[in-house]
């Protein structure tokens, strides 16, 4: 191990440890979790885990009966959800849902806030199911929480010390056209010695949420350097990242540009015109999406 990745892992490791008082996931969270890994957990199991938070219940149900979703009448009940749903969908619904407490805060800086990141968290989720459902590979739930925890890591740089997070946004300062001019992972290893995917992958790791979460945190925006069989989930978040930043709504300062690598593209089997639909139904979809989950 270099001298460079110990340092980096150790300054990951700090930050955990620190900020692990605020970081911590509420108890109905971690049930929800341990759930989704338990391959015998049945719809009444999640039932009576979740009926126990009345304020979870009505954030997901208010998620299940967006536009989002396009359900036929009111679902009134967590049971009906699960029914027309699907176990999983409620599931992962159910952890995100819990997970937007850790994105509450006041601006930042005047290029950062923690809600504006929320937004493109929740667009980034929404293009990820899209993205997953056109390509039929029963990823799509999946998808939507991995789009809405991949950047989990800034929230960790926030927590952990936000002087250092507010010189990271100060040294990406966008330009007029508000695309930042200065690369945000490479500020990131500067001022804090790792970037928000290292803290990201760390956190999913501490939250023993699935192995897949922490590929999705840990290389978003290199998904080419995952072996060929931990990529597919990690680059579908990869297009979605993008094809979010491209609505100007939210948080996008961590990338400079927005247009997808052909290798990317052609690990997902994506031609350039189904991208362009793609495009257009995230487009759509972002209005829909943007009021989700606060």
Request: hydrophobic share 45%; net charge neutral.
């Amino acid at each position: 191990m270099s001298v460079v990745t110990q340092d980096r892992e150790q300054v990951v490791a700090a930050a955990i440890r620190e900020i692990s008082h605020i970081a911590t996931l509420p108890e109905i969270t971690v049930k929800v979790v341990e759930l989704v890994e338990n391959p015998k957990s049945t719809a009444q199991d999640l039932h009576k885990v979740i009926s126990a938070d009345p304020a979870l219940c009505s954030r997901i149900l208010k998620v299940v009966n967006s536009s989002f979703y396009g359900l036929p009448g009111q679902i009134g009940s967590i049971n009906r959800a699960i029914v027309m749903l699907g176990l999983n969908a409620v599931k992962n619904i159910a952890i995100a849902a819990s997970l937007a407490k850790l994105f509450r805060g006041g601006d930042l800086t005047p290029n950062f806030s923690a809600r504006d990141l929320w937004t493109h968290c929740n667009t980034t989720a929404a293009a990820a199911k899209i993205i997953a459902n056109t390509l039929k590979m029963g990823l799509s739930d999946e998808a939507f929480l991995a789009g809405l925890i991949h950047d989990i890591g800034i929230m960790v740089e926030m927590q952990f010390d936000r002087n250092k997070l507010i010189e990271v946004m100060r040294r990406v300062g966008a330009d007029t056209k508000g695309i930042p001019a200065t690369d945000m992972l490479e500020a990131e290893a500067t001022v804090f010695g790792a970037t928000h995917e290292d803290f990201g992958a760390a956190l999913c790791e501490k939250w023993k949420f699935p192995k897949s979460f922490a590929f999705v945190t840990g290389f978003h925006h290199k998904p080419m350097q995952l072996p060929p069989e931990n990529r597919t989930l990690t680059a579908i978040v990869h297009v979605a990242d993008r094809l979010a930043a491209e609505m100007g709504t939210g948080f996008r300062q961590d990338l400079l540009r927005t247009d997808v690598s052909a290798e990317v593209l052609e690990t997902l089997k994506i031609s350039p015109e189904r991208l362009e639909e793609l495009r257009r139904q995230v487009a759509a979809q972002a209005k829909d999406v943007s009021a989700l989950l606060i």
